[in-house]
């Protein structure tokens, strides 16, 4: 079990951030915001993939001109990411936005973050203090790499303190850098250093798989110690991938449950059935089928090549398959209940996978 660090609650629309709630899953618009049919299309998409909050960017304007005719239409909290201009801020946050992202590289002078809060504070919208290490590397006269964790905590820090010079407690905090030590290092340091929830991820992770696995890492690396309220994985590549890799995060973590868990054997000399094509059919069935929520992540399935290891292997699975010559033992935990075609591995599986789902029900 992972024994969250505590903070404190903090509430972004519908959804509360903090160490009471579970890891909330976040994305970011990849369209114009100014492109209200474009930008709502790509939202509900995330809604369907999971996405929990999404944020878009407000640059000019015509994105302001958008917010609220998005917030009418879409499910999920909406936060507006601001850079450079504080009049932005106000304006979004007077357009009914639900948080607002702010750069502490490029919005810092005191008069106008003395605005923004007393804004946000009369329409209880939260202020997620966003430090970026490519911001810092502009601001600072002594960057230097190594040093980059020390500079995100005291930039966050010295916004934190400002804000609450002006009574502004609702904050989020975040010091995403590109390298997964400097992000850890930081969000660690900061951990002890104040009770704001922390939204976690790793700045310009690049191309799935390699920014995956980047984030993954970082990620995956505080919310083990407890660290980290809200993710984004921020990939090159369409938001619903990294929906889907926040996801994969959380479950594989224990914290969020969103489908049946699927384990397969790597094979080897020994495997007697296309264990890639029965694991790559089964997930493709499974991922089509909306679980409800109470008995999400309840089963573990595994498909393994061989009846000589695969049972034992896969003891902890709740069901599963072994190979043998043209046929499969189907096991649940551990023990060979019956045998099956070859033919029939997959649509036994997902049958079995459905009467598990209506006992647990029951
Ligand atoms: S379950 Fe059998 S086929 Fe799969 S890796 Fe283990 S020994 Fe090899």
């Known amino acids: 079990m992972i024994k969250r660090r505590k903070t404190k609650t903090v509430r972004i629309g519908s959804a509360k951030i903090g160490a009471g709630y579970p890891v909330s899953i976040q994305s970011m618009t990849k369209t114009d915001t100014a492109d209200v049919s474009a930008t709502v299309r790509q939202i509900k998409a995330l809604e369907r993939a999971g996405c929990e909050i999404i944020r878009v960017a407000v640059k000019d304007t015509g994105a302001l001109a958008a917010l609220e005719k998005i917030k009418a239409k879409i499910n999920i909290p909406l936060a507006a990411d601001i850079h450079f201009n504080y009049r932005l801020a106000l304006e979004a946050a007077a357009r009914g936005v639900d948080c607002l992202r702010l750069n502490p590289g490029n919005i810092y002078r005191r008069e106008e973050v003395r605005q923004i809060a007393q804004a946000a504070g009369k329409r209880k919208i939260p202020i997620r203090v966003g430090v970026n290490s490519g911001s810092l590397r502009s601001q600072v006269k002594k960057y230097k790499e190594e040093n980059v964790a020390d500079l995100m905590v005291k930039s966050a820090l010295d916004y934190i303190k400002m804000l609450e010079s002006f009574n502004f407690y609702d904050i989020i905090v975040s010091m995403k850098a590109s390298s997964v030590a400097q992000t850890v290092k930081a969000y660690r340091k900061m951990a002890c250093l104040c009770p704001y929830p922390f939204h976690l991820g790793i700045t310009a992770a690049g191309l799935a798989p390699e920014g995956v696995i980047k984030s993954a890492i970082a990620i995956g690396s505080l919310l083990l110690e407890g660290i980290g309220d809200t993710v984004r994985v921020s990939l090159t590549g369409s938001p619903q991938e990294e929906v889907r890799a926040a996801k994969e995060i959380l479950q594989s973590l224990g914290l969020r449950n969103f489908s049946p868990e699927i384990i397969a054997c790597p094979t080897c000399g020994r495997c007697r059935i296309n264990v890639v094509k029965i694991a790559r059919e089964v997930k493709s069935k499974l991922s089509a089928i909306r679980y409800p929520l109470s008995a999400n992540g309840l089963f573990t399935i595994a498909i393994m090549g061989c009846e000589v290891n695969g049972p034992q292997e896969a003891r902890d699975a709740d069901i ?28 036994t599986l997902v049958k079995e996978l459905g009467k598990g789902e209506e006992d647990a029900l029951v």
């Open 320 to 347: 599963g398959i072994a190979g043998g010559k043209r046929c499969a033992a189907l096991f649940k935990k551990g023990k060979i209940v019956k045998r099956i075609k070859e033919s029939q591995i997959v649509d």
